[in-house]
């Protein structure tokens, strides 16, 4: 790694203080639809403005024009190549000082970006910043449950639905889905005052989908949580990951993100760009939308910005997710975790099976701990390893197992090292076709892509995408392991001895 690099990136976070702010909630106008709303007040009384100084202007840059632009938390060079319509070539001969082999720029280094100017530039108005967007540290010691029990005139302070497979107040369902997906409670409390007046209004609006997904199954709130989650993920990774450049909204309107955006605003930008159009567009995604909305009940979380990926982050060693001398298949190369579009963060391994589909593993076929770490949290086909030890998912580096087994699962609390069981695949816990074990990594909370510049290295395996979701390989040393659900020859592959 470059020398000066490395000293720009210790001095960088370094200088990263973390304030603590709190801002009292105070009565505003909440956009519903075509309504305006105001609500009472709540338990404090001054409102914060969020939009001090004027917005930037974008002109017509000339080709390849060099631009200032400073690191935000995340970036990498692919990624900026796609906002400013570049090449990662260009980039990199722009700023020589970043390493060939860096994976994400340190938050705050200064760069050069040569740009290629697209016409329709959205607005540069950022919503909230990216550690408010994702369930990560800025949501420790956030208690949802009292949060609302302080509003008790909203109508989600009473609610009470079937969701997740029990009976949940209209908090747990709001923790719950934050949890499942990895989004900030905060920003799906923000989300359901500014659309329904969750926290204000007595009654719940009478329609049939309250966040306006009109899809044939999704009624309710937590179905249509579900549905809003998953929205806000697809557009916060596709702006990570420079897949999302543009995106039309219902009347047609062509929406282009402003280059220097951060991942979390084009996320809430894209969110309502599925269900709003014109002026209550532009309103939901400016100054007075969603991001005053959040101010007046949270406080400005720009005061409390928090780093989620420092620079050059780097993957800890992990190890093929079953044991030592064992052959599997790779039956999913990089697809979505949990519901679909981006990120493509997980990886599948099947494990051999006289019977197709759903068959009991042999009883030496158990998931292994990747890596030594506790064990967090368990439910129906899921485990959560935390890999830093400090009991909270949130933070630090943790690995998702999906279709793990509830027989002889590891419990809670437990203390693993790299190659203990964790427990049987299965067909347990979302959608499958036959028994496999799903992984996929988080740091800080963030959803980590398995492909790319911070690509899962398992034993040297590196994992690369394909044509669409699931196809793809691994690659060691000129040796190729295509994906492929009908585990044949050339999908197999050995875990080496552990260390």
């Known amino acids: 790694m470059n020398k000066k690099f490395l000293s720009l990136?210790?001095?960088?976070?370094?200088?990263?203080?973390?304030?603590?702010?709190?801002?009292?909630?105070?009565?505003?106008?909440?956009?519903?639809?075509?309504?305006?709303?105001?609500?009472?007040?709540?338990?404090?009384?001054d409102s914060v403005s969020i939009s001090p100084t004027p917005l930037p202007t974008r002109p017509p840059y000339k080709p390849g024009e060099l631009v200032d632009y400073t690191a935000q938390s995340g970036d990498t060079i692919p990624a900026l190549a796609s906002h400013f319509n570049t090449t990662v070539a260009e980039i990199m001969a722009a700023n020589p000082i970043i390493p060939a082999n860096a994976t994400t720029m340190p938050p705050g280094l200064p760069m050069k970006i040569p740009v290629y100017y697209q016409a329709l530039w959205a607005s540069p108005f950022k919503i909230i910043p990216d550690g408010a967007f994702v369930n990560g540290p800025m949501q420790v010691g956030f208690n949802t449950s009292a949060f609302v029990a302080a509003h008790p005139n909203g109508w989600l302070n009473n609610y009470r639905a079937y969701a997740g497979s029990e009976n949940r107040t209209g908090a747990q369902i709001v923790e719950y889905v934050a949890t499942k997906f990895s989004v900030s409670p905060r920003l799906l409390l923000a989300i359901l005052e500014y659309q329904t007046g969750a926290l204000s209004e007595p009654e719940i609006p009478k329609r049939l989908y309250l966040l306006g997904n009109a899809g044939p199954f999704e009624r309710g709130l937590y179905l249509q949580l579900l549905w809003a989650a998953n929205t806000l993920n697809n557009g916060y990774y596709?702006?990570?990951?420079?897949?999302?450049?543009?995106?039309?909204?219902?009347?047609?309107?062509?929406?282009?993100?402003?280059?220097?955006?951060?991942?979390?605003?084009?996320?809430?930008?894209?969110?309502?760009?599925?269900?709003?159009?014109?002026?209550?567009?532009?309103?939901?995604?400016?100054?007075?939308?969603?991001?005053?909305?959040?101010?007046?009940?949270f406080g400005d979380a720009w005061q409390n910005p928090a780093v989620l990926?420092?620079?050059?982050?780097?993957?800890?060693?992990?190890?093929?997710?079953?044991?030592?001398?064992?052959?599997?298949?790779?039956?999913?190369?990089?697809?979505?975790?949990?519901?679909?579009?981006?990120?493509?963060?997980?990886?599948?391994?099947?494990?051999?099976?006289?019977?197709?589909?759903?068959?009991?593993?042999?009883?030496?076929?158990?998931?292994?701990?990747?890596?030594?770490?506790?064990?967090?949290?368990?439910?129906?086909?899921?485990?959560?390893?935390?890999?830093?030890?400090?009991?909270?998912?949130?933070?630090?580096?943790?690995?998702?197992?999906?279709?793990?087994?509830?027989?002889?699962?590891?419990?809670?609390?437990?203390?693993?090292?790299?190659?203990?069981?964790?427990?049987?695949?299965?067909?347990?816990?979302?959608?499958?076709?036959?028994?496999?074990?799903?992984?996929?990594?988080?740091?800080?909370?963030?959803?980590?892509?398995?492909?790319?510049?911070?690509?899962?290295?398992?034993?040297?395996?590196?994992?690369?995408?394909?044509?669409?979701?699931?196809?793809?390989?691994l690659r060691r040393n000129g040796q190729v392991v295509q994906a492929c659900e009908c585990s044949d020859l050339y999908s197999r592959i050995i875990a080496d001895p552990n260390p």
Not at 259 to 280: D, K
Not at 350 to 365: R, V
Not at 427 to 447: K, L, P, V
């Open 238 to 297: 596709g702006w990570r990951i420079g897949n999302l450049t543009s995106f039309d909204l219902p009347d047609g309107t062509l929406i282009r993100p402003d280059p220097w955006q951060n991942a979390a605003s084009v996320g809430v930008q894209y969110y309502f760009s599925r269900i709003l159009s014109g002026t209550e567009y532009e309103r939901a995604v400016g100054s007075d939308g969603l991001a005053q909305t959040y101010t007046d009940l």
């Open 9 to 45: 990136l210790s001095f960088l976070s370094a200088a990263i203080v973390v304030l603590s702010a709190c801002s009292p909630f105070k009565p505003s106008q909440l956009a519903i639809g075509l309504e305006l709303r105001t609500p009472p007040a709540g338990p404090a009384a």
């Open 309 to 473: 990926i420092p620079g050059n982050l780097q993957q800890p060693p992990l190890l093929l997710p079953f044991g030592a001398g064992h052959v599997w298949t790779y039956t999913g190369a990089p697809h979505p975790a949990l519901g679909e579009g981006e990120p493509l963060s997980a990886l599948d391994f099947a494990p051999p099976t006289e019977f197709s589909g759903c068959a009991e593993a042999e009883p030496q076929e158990f998931s292994i701990a990747m890596a030594d770490g506790l064990v967090v949290r368990v439910e129906t086909g899921v485990l959560i390893l935390d890999l830093d030890g400090d009991g909270d998912e949130r933070t630090g580096w943790t690995i998702f197992y999906l279709h793990i087994s509830t027989k002889m699962r590891a419990p809670v609390g437990q203390a693993v090292k790299a190659g203990d069981p964790l427990g049987y695949p299965s067909c347990e816990g979302g959608r499958s076709t036959g028994t496999h074990i799903q992984i996929a990594r988080r740091y800080n909370g963030e959803w980590i892509p398995a492909y790319g510049p911070l690509a899962f290295n398992l034993q040297g395996w590196i994992a690369e995408k394909g044509a669409r979701p699931y196809l793809g390989t």
